[in-house]
């Protein structure tokens, strides 16, 4: 048992290299590893299938840069079901860098087809949070003369259609908490209970806990929570994308993390063994 009692000696170098290698093999090529899909995730997904071809989404890119792992992916899965649904979509941001989220995101639906002005619009960044947030539900136009690329928003026919929040079949949220952005709590308000609209809560997964009484509440239709609600929604989508990419990594990371520890300590054992003279020589 030799062997074991090497890995108490083994040079750090050595894990680190595996490590590296469990973090990038499945990062290039995702294994799509079972993920179990949860209710919440669940809700989500019926309630867009369940929208008629058409619709038009309003989408609130509210987060920060550290954030980006977490919820760019929801929104990539997410517009990916639109497409299959011939949803349209209206981003708004309320952190100046979401506009650039935004745009990063919406190449899937450019990719699949979709028209920019006609199918999709990047209106960008509002300041003044909740209170602009709600005279925008009131009137679009009021806040947005120009979209982010500087068209004016009545030569866009999309725009057209939207008179206030109540034109939106559904909104959401990609939040990661009040911070300087637009909160969950304040779309609530300014969607569901103002207007009625839809709305479904994309935030961070250590928000998770703070959002989910809207969802036992019956107020929002689902809730994404972290990188694995975004991995969930892409198998039910059918793709292996960032998520299923990160969560494949995490996952692998841990095994070898585990796996070592196993072996430490069995090391560990026979070592002791062989000092209490217990392994005859």
């Not at 008629?52 to 890119?61: D, H, K, M, Q, V």
């Not at 949803?87 to 745009?103: E, K, L, N, W």
């Not at 209970?193 to 959002?211: D, Q, R, S």
């Not at 892409?234 to 995490?250: C, H």
């Amino acid at each position: 048992m030799r062997i074991f009692e090497k890995l108490q000696n083994l040079d750090k170098r050595v894990f680190y290299l595996l490590m590296a290698l469990a973090i990038a093999i499945p990062t290039i090529w995702p294994l799509g590893l079972e993920v179990s899909i949860t209710p919440p995730v669940r809700k989500t997904y019926d309630f867009v299938e369940s929208l008629p071809a058409g619709s038009i989404a309003l989408i609130g890119f509210d987060y920060e840069p550290g954030d980006e792992i977490e919820l760019s992916p929801q929104a990539k899965a997410l517009f990916r079901h639109f497409a299959a649904k011939r949803i349209r979509v209206v981003t708004i941001a309320s952190y100046p860098v979401g506009p650039m989220f935004a745009d990063e995101c919406l190449k899937v639906l450019k990719d699949l087809g979709y028209e920019y002005g006609l199918d999709y619009v990047n209106l960008g960044y509002y300041a003044g949070g909740e209170s602009t947030l709600a005279a925008f539900a009131r009137d679009p136009s009021s806040i947005f003369t120009k979209d982010w690329y500087g068209n004016d928003i009545s030569s866009l026919p999309l725009m057209q259609e939207i008179k206030s929040m109540a034109s939106f079949s559904m909104a959401m949220t990609l939040n990661d908490g009040p911070t300087g952005g637009t909160g969950t709590h304040e779309w609530v308000r300014q969607s569901v209970m103002a207007y009625g609209t839809p709305f479904v809560i994309g935030c961070t997964g250590v928000l998770a806990a703070n959002n989910m009484p809207y969802l036992d509440a019956g107020q929002v239709k689902g809730v994404l929570s972290g990188l694995r609600a975004a991995a969930e929604y892409e198998k039910l989508v059918g793709i292996k994308g960032d998520a299923t990419r990160g969560m494949d990594a995490q996952s692998m990371g841990h095994v070898l993390i585990v796996l070592f520890v196993l072996l430490g300590n069995i090391g560990m054992v026979f070592a002791r063994r062989r000092s209490n003279g217990g392994e005859k020589r």
